[in-house]
């Protein structure tokens, strides 16, 4: 019965990703969009995404996070923040789906914070660099 205890152990590191995010050590298959490091599974407030070890990305599943955001916003201590411009550089770069290989789709976020996120919509996949979750969680507004 515990065979997957080992794979499924949480990290102990000194690593932090947005919203005090954990790690695990099972490896998803697959590449993070940006530095190409192998993503492994994550769970942060009881949901499940794909984490990059390296840059700190965060991959979620687009119908899983659209509950995800409204929670954390709901339940966060962050003060709120006003959020930065958005940089217009960051709309310029591109990555492909860590599932399909296609290029992601990058825009503003629609709700509120100015993240700049990447989905692919054949997937349901949404991505977030380091930081960008934080954006959305602390930005002003109804919550
Ligand atoms: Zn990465
Ligand atoms: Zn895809």
Redesign the pocket.
Known sequence: MNENTEQTAIESTDQQFDQGAVLTTRILGVGCPRCHVELRIGEVAGCEFAGCPQCRGMLFQQDAFGMLINHLRATTTMPPQVPTPIDLDELMVRST?P??V?PLETHAYGGPGNSVIDT?I??G?VWFDEGELDNLVRAPGKR
């Open positions: 789906c599932a399909c296609l692919c054949r997937c996949l």
